[in-house]
């Protein structure tokens, strides 16, 4: 059975403990330090056999960082979420559209917590070239030469800010994230930033959920800091924040 290294704090470590930590742990190298400090997101490692693992618990914790080792099973398993594209806030509710324009009306209270963040997704954009250009990147089934142009979809890994919803009993979470997301309010004159239209409405609704358990991320768009909010390299290191919290959640008996 897998066991994971979870963080006692959240906070990233000090390299060169981690790296001192290391030396001699099986198949781990001091060099491995600041690859894993980089995406100490809650948790440091997974998929640990018990022994090493605890070895590697005691050998960190001697240097300082602190970390409990976890049977995996133990872990909270986020709830799937449900993407929105459109939602709405409302004085009495929280106000989700499905993509069949139903309304789902959430009252605040049972929002218990909210998580956001910068992400760094892969997004698949429309690139148009010019064939006289590059004709290499026309393609087999694109070689007509009628057309002065071709539009292909292009992968691209760029930053996006996200939100979650997760709902009382945490068996419920909405989603939504910047650049598919469209905010109900009018589009203000002047800021045509989606990112920070999309951090506006969320700053919005979280005046609603005082009660709620925030993520780093979220407490800095409320305090309005977004700039104070850590960037989640994956989506993985986003989603092992947000099990953090349920974890700590589940140990106050929330």
Sequence with gaps: MPFALVQQRLEFPDVAAVARALEGAGEWHPVDAA???????????????????????????REGVGVDLVDERDLPVPPIS????????????????????REILVPWDRIEMICAGAVRMTRFRPVTWNRDRDP???????????????TLRQEKREWCWMADLLMAGRTLRFSFASG???????????????????????RGLLAHVPQAILNRGAFAVREDDPDAAPRYPTRNAYQEEMIWLMRRMQGRGA
């Excluded at 449900?82 to 324009?101: C, G, I, S, T």
């Excluded at 290499?136 to 071709?150: H, N, Q």
């Design 136 to 150: 290499s990147s026309w393609g087999e089934e694109s070689r007509s030469p009628l057309d002065a142009s071709i």
């Design 35 to 61: 690859h894993l400090v980089a995406d100490a997101f809650g948790i440091l490692l997974r998929n640990l056999e018990e022994i090493p693992g605890r070895d590697l618990e005691l050998a960190l914790r």
């Design 82 to 101: 449900k993407k929105l594209r459109r939602a709405e806030v409302r004085p009495e509710a929280f106000v989700a559209v499905d993509p069949y324009d």
């Design 180 to 202: 598919e997301f469209v905010p109900t309010e009018p589009e203000e004159t002047g800021n045509r930033d989606p990112e920070e239209r999309f951090r506006r409405f969320l």
